[in-house]
Every structure is written in structure tokens, then in C-alpha cells.
């Protein structure tokens, strides 16, 4: 089970740190990932973890303002975001992939195994 927190309403250029909770079983061995869905708009990928090096890839849209990282032994994934702006503003979901034996750097929703609820962040111009 993913349990996805940390948001909120916050000005543009404001920052918020996004957490991701899972429980049940360790995420060592899964590929995390954030998506949003905004208002009148599909699903997209954030961002992405690999579950062996660890190695963050972002969307185009958020590369440079968002950071992606874990915590196996808490089994926590994080998204920080910085220099936020009123497009940002949707719900964000965490995603969890089994990542042995698999490509890694997904970023398609269907690739994906496991979702949380979303976490609503609203960015004020």
C-alpha cells in the first residue's frame, strides 16, 4: 500500500516537499515513480528511482525544478519541488514497479504495478 502526503496550496516559486509511505513490504526491489493529473488533463509522469542505483529521470517539464529521492530502509520516496508554477498545480500519485528483470526508467502509467491515492497540490499565480 502506497500512502502518497505533503500537499497543499503555496504561491508560485513556493516549494513543497511531497512524501510517499509505503507499508507492507520494503520498496528496495521497486521502481518508484510520481505522476500528476491536473485539471481536465491525463495522467503524466514526474518523475522516476530506479530500485538498483538509485538513478532519479524526470519529465522535460519539471527537470531542474523537481528532485526525486528514496529511502529503502524507511521505505519512503520523496519529490521535492522548487520554483513551483500554477502548471504544476494537479494531483500527484506515487507509483511503485517491480524493478528485477524489467527495463528500467518507465514511465508510462501501465508500467507501473502499484498506486497511492493522490495528494492534491494547488499553485497560486
Known amino acids: 500500500q502506497l500512502q502518497a502526503s505533503g500537499g497543499g496550496l503555496v504561491q508560485a516559486g513556493g516549494s513543497l516537499r511531497l512524501s510517499c509511505a509505503a507499508s507492507g513490504r520494503t520498496i528496495s526491489q521497486y521502481e518508484m515513480g510520481w505522476f500528476r493529473q491536473g485539471p481536465g488533463k491525463e495522467r503524466e509522469f514526474v518523475a522516476g528511482?530506479?530500485?538498483?542505483?538509485?538513478?532519479?529521470y524526470y519529465a522535460d517539464s519539471v527537470r531542474g525544478r523537481f528532485t526525486i529521492s528514496r529511502d529503502n530502509a524507511k521505505s519512503m520516496v520523496y519529490l521535492e519541488m522548487n520554483s513551483l508554477k500554477p502548471e504544476d498545480t494537479a494531483a500527484y500519485y506515487c507509483?511503485?514497479?517491480?524493478?528485477?528483470?524489467?527495463?528500467?526508467?518507465?514511465?508510462?502509467?501501465?508500467?507501473?504495478?502499484?498506486w497511492g491515492q493522490g495528494t492534491l497540490v494547488t499553485v497560486s499565480s
Open positions: 528511482i530506479t530500485y538498483r542505483a538509485h538513478t532519479p
Open positions: 507509483a511503485a514497479r517491480r524493478g528485477p528483470g524489467r527495463s528500467v526508467y518507465a514511465t508510462r502509467d501501465y508500467e507501473f504495478d502499484y
